[in-house]
């Protein structure tokens, strides 16, 4: 019998795990993720946007998150033109999946949301715009106790470490439904992308356990800004900040995470731009990390890869982790705007 699993289905049952506050080391590729507020606005008319997240231990996959997300603008029937829609008020609406596994799905939690925003231009040219966004997320546990596969020995195993599971009942599939609002600034042209956005999500992570310590809904508050500007001859430069902040049992859970990327030009038409991002970030208190991006007029494409600085890899367990990311935009391009690697 493997002690790490003894190990794992030990947090589990002793400190009652709930799903984790997501780690992306790329989150500015995935609107939704980011905020409810920037359903709708991207450059084409709609897009997917994918992430898939592998953090490992000692060499072991411990997390494994995928996200996927789709949103689209709708278009105002009254527009008479309909070169002139990106000079309108409009609607946009997405869905979002996110799968969080735990060892190969031992324990698993999937969200379902869907999204809202409504977009305000404040300018005539559509330059600048605020967005309200607002949506709603189910979510589902599941643990698989037949990955555990160690039979008897489990309890005592289990009973030597400390703990018992006769103190706690196992739900079977639970779930719970959570809200989530924002509000997003963007300024937008040619040469020029900005976004300001404030967010604060209101859930409850389902708990696979029935016990007196069950805890209470959480509220995670979250802020962003994404800056990229034209450098010269469409070379440009990236810049993105992060915060994220909740109240986990009592003790405060927060992530910041800061860093920039440097766009340079592979080839450029008229109407269609590819760029080569080369940049690198750090996660407050956790890890460096490198990032490699691709983007084409209506693809962008990203890895990333986590060089963690916390107390963690000083001990014997070594922890590592990448990420890529993937982008696809369908439909017309929304005015003569700069191409950024945020859409």
Do not use: C
Not at 135 to 144: A, C, I, K, P, R
Not at 280 to 287: H, I, S
Not at 289 to 307: A, R
């Amino acid at each position: 019998m493997k002690l790490k699993y003894i190990i794992f289905i030990f947090l589990i049952a002793a400190l009652k795990v709930e799903g984790q506050n997501f780690v992306l080391s790329q989150p500015y590729t995935s609107a939704q993720f980011m905020s409810p507020a920037s359903v709708g606005n991207g450059v084409y008319e709609q897009r997917v946007q994918a992430i898939m997240r592998n953090q490992l231990f000692n060499g072991n996959n411990l997390f494994r998150t995928y996200v996927v997300g789709w949103d689209k603008r709708i278009k105002n029937k009254n527009t008479e033109v309909e070169e002139e829609l990106n000079q309108k008020d409009y609607l946009g609406i997405g869905a979002q999946i996110i799968s969080d596994q735990l060892v190969g799905g031992l324990l698993q939690t999937n969200y379902v949301s869907i999204n809202t925003a409504y977009h305000i231009a404040l300018s005539a040219e559509n330059k600048s715009s605020l967005s309200l966004g607002l949506g709603g997320t189910f979510s589902q546990t599941f643990l698989d106790e037949s990955k555990l596969n160690l039979g008897s020995q489990l309890y005592g195993q289990l009973n030597g470490l400390g703990s018992s599971l006769s103190t706690y009942t196992f739900k079977k599939f639970p779930y719970t439904l959570s809200a989530n609002t924002g509000i997003l600034y963007m300024r937008h042209d040619n040469e020029h992308f900005f976004q300001l956005s404030a967010n604060a999500f209101l859930y409850s992570v389902p708990d696979v356990t029935e016990s007196v310590n069950s805890s209470a809904s959480n509220m995670r508050i979250a802020g962003f800004m994404n800056l990229e500007n034209i450098i010269n001859e469409y070379s440009t430069y990236l810049l993105h900040a992060s915060y994220n902040f909740r109240l986990n049992n009592g003790e405060n859970d927060r992530q910041i995470l800061l860093g920039a990327s440097f766009g340079f030009p592979l080839s450029y038409d008229y109407g269609t731009v590819k760029r080569l991002y080369v940049g690198g970030y750090y996660r407050y208190e956790d890890a460096f990390i490198p990032t490699l991006s691709f983007m084409m007029d209506k693809y962008n494409v990203g890895i990333s890869y986590d060089i963690y600085s916390n107390n963690k890899t000083g001990a014997t367990i070594k922890q590592n982790g990448f990420e890529i990311s993937f982008s696809k935009s369908f439909g017309k391009k929304k005015g003569d705007l700069l191409k950024t690697l945020f859409d």
